[in-house]
């Protein structure tokens, strides 16, 4: 919401969000989940900070970039969590009018690590950034026993230099890098640390950043930061109504924000049913389904067979890769590709963003033929095959098989699904 510089600030229902740009925040979703207050946004420019957090129209609020320590000045009292960081993202209104400042976000990282099983104990950990997310990350690793190293721009440690620091062995992201819409963005390539035990990405949207998939590639244990969101808002909703949050709310919040933030893709070959299961999950779950060709042909306004005869496959690939790129970016979809989907390295990289990747298989004697322009005979589906399992295998989280009735591969994929959203 905008507001002039002389108009009168009132935060309605008493609690929320301040910070510059809110327009990608969950802030408002979450608390929502947590608590039974009323949150709203409320996105401030640097001019309007200081008559906002005079006017005492509020009763709690927590506090983003680039504001964490703008507020301390604010403060009657900080934690002990805030001192030690010198960074606060939540303010509570005492009954004497005085504000208090806590971090929760610290509590949040600390969940994060521990669930990811990453331990900083005597471990040199590169931490990417210089910001107040960077002065948390320091402060948890330093109070596990961790040696944090800071990687900035500037300074002695720095993007340039990072060869001097390949006997890393845990990395911390706490920069914007890769985070929703700059998908293809990295920090940095891990291929120059060969003794990682860790990488941790406080960037929660996408669900599974370029970093991370890098991480799980070489099999390194790593954590994404949707449940630092989760975590850190539930401390913080303590705070503000004076009691905790039951813990079956606080799965309940984190299970919701990432079905929302979760397309589950099927991928596999022509004629493994994908198409039909996927209108069966869509309809289950009361999700939009997505099918690429689809997109392809509305795109192109012909058919597949039209296209392939018109442009050959480069041409089909190329357009089946931008319409991968423009839905695997979004959330909350039952995302359809084409058999031949995983053959580009992008492709793979981006329906794993924010993708449970579900790889449909069905014995090849199953598998129709008719009107197929890459697998019209079963030497051609054998070719195919012997091809693309590895690559479907490479990007699945899991496989099922359609062998039977659509129905069963439907629950069986079903279950998997809401497992991997309750983990």
């Not at 309007?48 to 680039?66: C, H, K, Q, Y």
């Not at 690429?292 to 690939?317: H, K, M, N, S, Y």
Request: proline share 4%; charged share 20%; net charge neutral.
């Amino acid at each position: 919401m905008k507001k002039s510089d002389n108009q009168s600030y009132t935060v309605k229902n008493q609690f929320g969000l301040i910070g510059e740009n809110l327009v990608h925040s969950h802030s408002a979703r979450l608390h929502n989940l947590l608590g039974d207050y009323s949150y709203e946004l409320i996105p401030l420019r640097k001019n309007e900070l200081d008559r906002f957090l005079r006017s005492g129209n509020f009763a709690g609020l927590n506090v983003t970039i680039p504001y964490k320590q703008c507020v301390i000045p604010y403060c009657a009292e900080l934690s002990d969590s805030a001192k030690r960081i010198g960074s606060v993202n939540t303010l509570v209104r005492r009954a004497n009018g005085t504000l208090f400042g806590d971090n929760t976000d610290a509590f949040g990282f600390a969940e994060m690590v521990s669930f990811s099983g990453i331990r900083f104990a005597g471990e040199k950990a590169l931490v990417l950034g210089n910001g107040g997310t960077c002065r948390t990350a320091c402060a948890v690793i330093r109070e596990a026993g961790g040696i944090p190293v800071i990687i900035s721009r500037n300074g002695e440690n720095h993007y340039g230099n990072l060869d001097i620091n390949s006997d890393a062995t845990v990395i911390v992201n706490t920069t914007p890098m890769g985070m929703y819409p700059h998908t293809d963005d990295s920090p940095i390539n891990l291929r120059i640390f060969s003794n990682l035990k860790g990488v941790l990405d406080v960037i929660y949207n996408p669900l599974r950043t370029r970093l991370l998939q890098q991480a799980d590639e070489r099999g390194i244990p790593h954590g994404g930061g949707l449940r630092m969101l989760v975590m850190q808002a539930a401390r913080a909703s303590e705070r503000f109504a004076g009691i905790p949050v039951p813990a079956e709310r606080v799965a309940n919040a984190l299970f919701t924000l990432r079905k929302e933030a979760t397309n589950l893709v099927l991928v596999g070959m022509p004629g493994s049913g994908k198409t039909t299961i996927g209108k069966l999950l869509a309809n289950i779950l009361k999700l939009p389904l997505t099918d690429i060709d689809t997109q392809v042909e509305r795109e192109c306004g012909c058919t597949i067979p039209e296209l392939f005869a018109r442009e050959g496959e480069a041409g089909f690939r190329a357009r089946e890769a931008a319409q991968v790129a423009r839905y695997a970016r979004e959330s909350g979809h039952v995302l359809v590709t084409g058999g031949g989907a995983v053959l580009n390295q992008e492709n793979r990289t981006n329906l794993r963003l924010n993708g449970f990747v579900v790889h449909i298989t069905r014995p090849l004697d199953l598998l129709p033929m008719d009107g197929r322009p890459l697998s019209g005979n079963r030497e051609a589906l054998e070719k195919l095959w012997e091809l693309r399992a590895p690559l479907y295998a490479a990007v699945a989280d899991i496989t099922v098989g359609n062998e039977k009735e659509p129905a069963d591969c439907t629950r069986a994929i079903w279950e998997a699904y809401h497992e991997a959203l309750c983990d």
